[in-house]
């Protein structure tokens, strides 16, 4: 058993299994399991480019370089979580707001599996109790106005014990830290994937799903320190707008729109 480990990480995830459980229309229905790879990420975008339909699924038990935003490092055990990456195909304004889909997805999927209520940080994570269980991150290739395939990468923390991981002992947590036990992945990826879908479908058919995300944000009404590129904002998250920008009130009272897939946060 791989150190960090709680669970035997022995679950059938093959994509015959996985299949048989699926009740999704595409989300999943191309299921692509690795026992290692790079990066989940590399796998799906080179799948992606390569005309792979929309909803292919990427899941790969260890990743050898996995990463979040801005190339920082995701920890994840061997067989104790799920890293996976999702091919999708939206236009330019969906593409906005893949984010927001798959944060609530995972939220969802908390709720349903394992009756917790988790937060969204702005941008990109879902916390439970102010820890992070969950980071996202959203790759995607332009072409003009043309959005050729993007890739939302999840690594949702299931079996793992982040405190063998000094790093990130106090940030994080997982579901077996939470619950006191361990968690069967296989019902939590059905769930996640499920939620993926339905998120997806909502937005394509115009649902204003960013209220429901906005309700979600523990962010709004922190004080926070936002670093942008080489701006660093300090200031009250004041609200989100349509687009998924957090809008900081800086002491002087000035407004600034930060941008989800830039920006970077630290509570004051
Ligand atoms: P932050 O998490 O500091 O708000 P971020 O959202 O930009 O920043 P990501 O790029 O999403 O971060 O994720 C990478 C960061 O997440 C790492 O720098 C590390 O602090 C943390 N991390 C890495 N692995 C895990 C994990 N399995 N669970 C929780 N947090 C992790």
Known sequence: MAAGLLSSGDEDLSPDNVKRHLSTRFVGQAFHYFPSVTSTMDVARALAVGGAPEGSVVLAEEQRQGR??????????????????????????????????????????????????????WPNDVLI???????????????????????????????????????????????????????????????LLASMEDYYVALRLGKPIQREWARRLETVGKSVVAREGNRVVEGVAEAVDDEGHLLVRRSDGTLVHLVAGEATLRRV
């Open 68 to 121: 979040g935003r801005l190339g920082r490092a995701w920890l994840s055990p061997p067989g104790g979580n799920l890293t996976l990456s999702i091919i999708l195909r939206p236009t330019l304004r969906e593409l906005s707001r893949l984010t927001m889909v798959a944060s609530l997805a995972v939220v969802q999927a908390i709720r349903q599996v394992a009756t917790q209520e988790a937060a969204i940080k």
């Open 129 to 191: 109790s102010g820890r992070k269980i969950c980071g996202l991150l959203v790759d995607s290739q332009l072409q003009g106005e043309a959005v050729e395939w993007a890739v939302v990468g999840i690594g949702l923390n299931v079996n793992m014990e982040p405190a063998f991981f000094p790093e990130i002992a106090d940030s994080a947590t997982s579901l077996y830290r939470e619950l006191g036990r361990p968690v069967e992945r296989l019902p939590v990826l059905i769930a």
